[in-house]
């Protein structure tokens, strides 16, 4: 199995702080959702949603960070012409 490269784990960090601050916020927002229409009474998920959403926002965020500092010393494994410089030594 390949490694991952610099970039895809770079990206995948990104993605998993986007969505743990999503989830963060959700775990903030979260009150009593209420079908009036059917019954008075709180869905059944109610007392859950915040603390699942506010533990796995916070996991999330971490991993990504995690992610986002090992890809920062990771070598990119393609070459562009951005990054390859020419000294008198190459020629």
């Not at 998993?16 to 927002?29: E, H, K, Q, Y």
Request: hydrophobic letters at 50%; zero cysteines; aromatic letters at 14%.
């Amino acid at each position: 199995m390949q490694r991952f490269d610099k970039y895809t784990v770079q990206t995948l960090g990104f993605a998993l702080i986007v969505i743990g601050i999503f989830l963060f916020i959700l775990s903030l927002l979260a009150g009593p959702f209420r079908l009036p229409f059917l019954t008075g009474e709180p869905l059944p998920w109610y007392w859950w949603i915040p603390s699942a959403s506010f533990f796995s926002g916070i996991g999330l965020t971490i991993t990504g960070i995690i992610l986002l500092i090992v890809a920062r010393s990771m070598k990119p494994k393609q070459k562009t012409d951005a990054t390859i410089t020419q000294t008198p030594a190459d020629e």
